[in-house]
């Protein structure tokens, strides 16, 4: 007899034969279109050495190298000014004054529904803003708003319980954050904070919209520029495994977070000291 869950019945045999054949006919699916996808492109020529041979040169080496440091240093300010910002608004919206909290809670509403691009363009150009800054300054104001979200959602996901028994110790609003929910709450934010950085760093390639030389400005400069018949399909399958690459590290890194704290910190073993004879109560014999 199969077990069962509060969930879901266990599968048994035939279902999971079922499962497994699904499993086997996906794998073959996903295998003849990733074939299908090779063959395109070599029938098409987009690895012959006339395409490929621009990487090379150092000089294109350096270009993609230049603006992969730029994609990372506008997602290291945009992510240090995200997590920055977003601790700023989280607090205004947990704060007991009204009007402060009411202009914290409209900042984070019109930064989270407005699009990204939106906010980019209009601080390059309306306000005249290098690319650089720009950029950042988009990114920073979107995932901002949603990290102050994220912040507060994790504070209220602590026990209610631990709040008030510091508020009966005597504590005040500020030494509660700071030392009793802020702690806990971590915990449970730091995958999606993670997750919500994954995102920034995404969005960096909007940067080359303005003109910003990131990295996938870098390959575009290269796809149109050079005379080598057009290696567009190239810088593409050279610049994607990158980016992809750098989120899926990210990703991993947020999982591997959400997979260690889902377990409850177990309690060090403390030694004991061995019980010694003491003073005997009055009457005791």
């Known amino acids: 007899m199969t077990e069962s869950t509060a969930l879901y019945d266990i599968p048994g045999p035939n279902a999971r034969r079922r499962h497994l054949l699904y499993g086997l006919a996906s794998t073959v699916v996903i295998l003849a279109l990733v074939g299908w996808f090779l063959y395109l492109l070599f029938d098409t020529g987009q690895f012959t050495s006339t395409k490929w041979s621009p990487f090379l040169y150092e000089g294109i080496q350096e270009l993609l190298l ?46 989270r529904a407005m699009p990204v691009l939106v906010m980019i363009f209009f601080i390059f150009v309306a306000l005249k803003v290098q690319p650089l800054p720009a950029l950042v300054a ?40 700071t030392y009793v929910l802020v702690p806990q709450a971590v915990r449970a934010m730091l995958p999606a904070i993670i997750s919500q950085l994954v995102v920034a760093l995404k969005d960096t390639s909007l940067g080359f919209l303005i003109t910003y030389e990131e990295f996938l400005h870098a390959g575009k400069l290269i796809a149109s520029n050079l005379d080598y018949d057009l290696p567009f399909i190239p810088v593409v399958l050279v610049i994607s495994p990158i980016y992809i690459g750098m989120c899926m590290l990210l990703s991993w890194f947020a999982t591997w977070v959400a997979r260690r704290e889902r377990h409850s910190p177990k309690t060090k073993a403390v030694d004991v000291a061995p019980a010694e004879p003491g003073t005997l109560l009055p009457g005791a014999q």
């Open 66 to 111: 230049e603006g992969l440091g730029n994609t990372l240093k506008a997602f290291a300010y945009a992510s240090v000014l995200s997590l920055a910002l977003g601790g700023v608004l989280a607090v205004g919206r947990l704060s007991e004054r009204r009007a402060f909290r009411w202009i914290c809670t409209v900042l984070i509403e019109f930064f």
């Open 138 to 177: 988009g990114l920073t104001l979107y995932n901002g708003s949603v990290l102050a979200e994220v912040f507060r959602t994790g504070i209220h996901a602590v026990a209610r319980g631990q709040g008030e028994a510091a508020y009966a110790l005597g504590m005040r609003k500020t030494q509660v954050m």
